[in-house]
């Protein structure tokens, strides 16, 4: 046999409370979570399928006042040498003007003016030159950075000249992706290279270039130079 129905009517639970209640306080605050805590786990995370991204920032570059100069001349057995240290060459060091200038005025420094004039001995000629400037590099935006760089600049002269002008922009380079963490500055780098010539070792120009380029992360920069003829 079959069924039919007779009668049916749906019941209907309402439950209320005041405004001002604890219930009420806790059905605004589950909501306020369901809409809000998406957006902060997709900002904390940069991005849920986020592969790369680029940006652009201005570092802030100083100089360090940290030089070396190495000026080979005709004489391979007597270079000329300049630095922040004591060298037997200080006489022919004779004149050293740095500055730098914020051209666009935004409270960052764009170039920076580097001048030394040597005192060549009697009878002497520049072959090469080797000057290497340390700078303080800093990125503090989305992948804050500090560490202290180098500008490597070489030329070598096939005629004698009596000077060389150097133009240079400064980049940064890298092998592995920073570590770009919220309010953690990246410090592995912050140490100076110069120290080592404290040692006075051999080939301590040399041992400063390369464990500077080994580096996961290093400043370069990309040049032009012109030399005056005598």
């Not at 991204?53 to 391979?76: I, K």
């Not at 072959?127 to 070489?154: N, R, T």
Request: net charge negative.
């Amino acid at each position: 046999m079959s069924l039919y129905k007779l009668f049916s009517y749906n019941v209907e639970i309402q439950y209320k409370c005041y405004f001002l209640s604890k219930a009420m306080f806790f059905t605004l605050l589950l909501t306020a979570l369901n809409v809000i805590l998406p957006f902060v786990l997709a900002y904390g995370s940069r991005g849920f399928w986020l592969k790369s991204h680029t940006y652009f920032e201005q570092p802030v570059v100083h100089f360090t006042y940290d030089y070396l100069l190495v000026a080979e001349t005709d004489d391979p057995s007597q270079p000329i040498v300049c630095g922040n240290d004591n060298y037997d060459h200080e006489e022919n060091c004779a004149e050293i003007l740095v500055e730098e200038y914020d051209s666009n005025r935004d409270g960052n420094y764009d170039i920076l003016e580097f001048k030394l004039k040597l005192n060549l001995p009697p009878g002497r000629t520049i072959a090469s030159v080797l000057l290497i400037l340390g700078l303080d590099f800093q990125l503090k935006m989305v992948c804050p950075l500090h560490m202290q760089g180098l500008a490597v600049i070489s030329k070598e002269f096939s005629l004698p000249s009596s000077g060389l002008i150097y133009y240079g922009d400064l980049r940064l380079y890298q092998t592995i992706h920073l570590p770009c963490m919220v309010n953690n500055i990246d410090t592995k780098y912050n140490h100076s290279l110069f120290n080592q010539l404290k040692d006075r070792q051999e080939n301590a120009v040399d041992a400063i270039i390369r464990d500077y380029f080994i580096r996961e992360a290093w400043d370069e920069d990309a040049n032009s130079s012109r030399q005056n003829d005598t």
